[in-house]
């Protein structure tokens, strides 16, 4: 029967949320249960896109998303896929109205990660963004508000930046990985050979007002997904920190983590921060 395939699909996708990270997985988990598995439905689909985008070099990475993204339009005009992931994603979509065109923007902009190795100019850095970030924000907020238009409309741009501002620190964390391993600069007008202090500095300060403008957001969460937001906050703000104790040199020779041990230390401390009600 179609409930016992969805179940088995919506597995898959908390599966796939947990094996690939653990601080996404330590944030959702501290989701209420009743909106929780649809972030891990939301999150299954982003990465089994950017794995195919950015991992299957022995592979044809064209024809494997052109295939992804056939298949995604099968699940989301049909209400059911064989791939499991698109399954549960379509479901989420459908459940609370995720429209066609945040979806749309977020494959442009992993096809782009196909051929695009260079983004020169800030309008290209932006619409870049907006696909592989903003969106994925604005498709967890549709679930958190779970329906409110009005709310939606009210916390869109907040959301949209908390979203940019993640993507800016993955983009500063992986400077070595992504200029390495795939040949790519997503920074405009940055040249990462010869990045020094003040170039650093300017992206952190672009980091921050994103990261300024999404807390003014998190703080009007409804309350089934305010704390998790939240320690994803805290997360991405913890390594941002430590990005800018790193001299420039050493960001692009090592890729900067948050240890595991940090991570459930930082868990600990913003749960008293929020049971306290200093989240405000």
Do not use: W
């Not at 049909?78 to 791939?83: A, C, G, R």
């Not at 500063?172 to 390495?180: C, I, T």
Request: hydrophobic share 40%.
């Amino acid at each position: 029967m179609k409930e016992l395939f969805d179940i088995v699909s919506q597995t898959c996708s908390k599966k796939v949320t947990h094996t690939y990270s653990t601080s996404f997985s330590l944030a959702t988990k501290m989701l209420a249960p009743s909106i929780r598995q649809h972030i891990y439905n939301i999150y299954g689909f982003v990465r089994f896109a950017d794995e195919i985008v950015d991992s299957f070099h022995e592979y044809d990475k064209e024809t494997l998303f052109s295939r992804f993204e056939q298949d995604l339009d099968y699940a989301l005009s049909d209400k059911i896929s064989l791939n499991p992931i698109l399954n549960s994603f379509q479901h989420t979509v459908h459940n609370f109205g995720i429209e066609r065109d945040m979806v749309d923007s977020f494959m442009r902009s992993m096809r782009f990660d196909l051929t695009k190795s260079v983004y020169r100019t800030e309008a290209e850095y932006k619409e870049y963004i907006y696909g592989s970030a903003d969106v994925v924000g604005l498709m967890c907020l549709k679930v958190f508000v779970q329906g409110d238009t009005a709310k939606f409309d009210q916390l869109k741009e907040s959301a949209m930046h908390l979203g940019s501002a993640f993507q800016k620190v993955n983009f500063l964390r992986d400077l070595k990985a992504d200029y390495e391993g795939l040949s790519r600069t997503y920074f405009p007008n940055t040249n990462l050979e010869a990045l020094d202090e003040h170039a650093k500095e300017a992206i952190i300060n672009d980091i921050e007002e994103d990261f300024k403008k999404g807390y003014q957001g998190i703080l009007q969460l409804p309350a089934e997904a305010k704390f998790g937001v939240f320690m994803a906050y805290r997360y991405y703000r913890r390594l941002l920190k430590k990005l800018h104790r790193t001299p420039a040199v050493d960001i692009k020779n090592a890729r900067i983590r948050v240890p595991n041990y940090e991570k459930f230390g930082l868990l600990t401390r913003s749960y008293v921060k929020y049971q306290l009600k200093l989240v405000r």
